[in-house]
């Protein structure tokens, strides 16, 4: 079996800790809020104010639900244009009262139904993304699952990212990327090796920043180890302006890509 799509099942796997399990198990006096105060609350987004030991942070998180009552009621972690909306809004009050904001990604990707297309999903993407690059907050985002297309990345503008290590992100899933390249969604393999959807994969090309270790089911060290490095990684920006927070966060994303060449000169 490929060991890219074994990671793809582990990230997938039923029982695997969702956002609620970091939140209760990383934070302390969590107080979630609601809605978007346009159109409703999108039970796909968990969002809400907490403490990192001393810390108060804003939590923006990405939420699948454990039993079938609760992904019917989470929309299997996919959000409608209100869920992004929401968390924009959080981000927004986060920024006014200068607390740091911790999101936590799980997503295949965002809900594509008539009714969020028509309610705007693109734009409040869209919207997300641009408002994420200039938020005058530190902001890390970790991903703990699935990480699918601009539905992760509207949770994933941040200063830095981070991946447990059998979380996957991808532009597109294994299964799409399978019938849309081979039209054989059987090659499901091939593709998740093609994506470098891995951790090991994103880290080696710079596109996040750590990896989180996992030891089987249990995540104790997990959660400690996160509750830690969140901790640091914040205080460390502490002394950051809001200008310099901006420029680190712009000069992250304008690296991807990039290559040196050199010309040889007879």
Not at 53 to 79: L, W, Y
Not at 148 to 159: K, N, P
Not at 205 to 210: A, P, S, T
Request: aromatic share 8%; charged share 25%.
């Amino acid at each position: 079996m490929s060991a890219a799509y074994e990671r793809v099942q582990a990230a997938r796997a039923k029982g695997r800790p969702t956002s609620v399990d970091y939140i209760n198990n990383i934070f302390t006096n969590f107080q979630e809020l609601h809605g978007d105060r346009r159109f409703g609350d999108d039970g796909a987004i968990v969002a809400g104010i907490g403490r990192l030991s001393d810390m108060p942070v804003t939590i923006i998180a990405q939420e699948k639900g454990q039993t079938t009552k609760e992904k019917i009621a989470r929309n299997f972690g996919s959000p409608n244009p209100e869920g992004y909306r929401k968390a924009l809004r959080l981000m927004k009050q986060a920024e006014k009262f200068r607390r740091p904001v911790i999101c936590f990604v799980d997503t295949s990707g965002a809900y594509p139904g008539l009714g969020a297309e028509e309610r705007g999903q693109a734009e409040a993407i869209a919207e997300n993304l641009m408002e994420m690059m200039t938020l005058r907050t530190p902001i890390i985002s970790v991903l703990v699952g699935e990480g699918g297309s601009g539905g992760a990345l509207a949770l994933a503008v941040s200063d830095e990212v981070w991946m447990m290590e059998n979380s996957i992100y991808s532009v597109i899933s294994p299964e799409g990327c399978a019938s849309i390249l081979w039209r054989d969604a059987k090659k499901v393999k091939e593709a998740s090796e093609c994506l470098r959807l891995t951790a090991e994969d994103l880290y080696s090309l710079g596109v996040i920043e750590r990896i989180i270790p996992e030891s089987g089911r249990d995540f104790t060290a997990a959660y400690m180890n996160l509750r830690t490095w969140l901790k640091k990684a914040l205080d460390d920006r502490a002394g950051l302006s809001p200008e310099e927070l901006i420029e680190k966060r712009y000069q992250r994303f304008r690296k991807f890509g990039s290559v040196s060449i050199q010309n040889e000169v007879d």
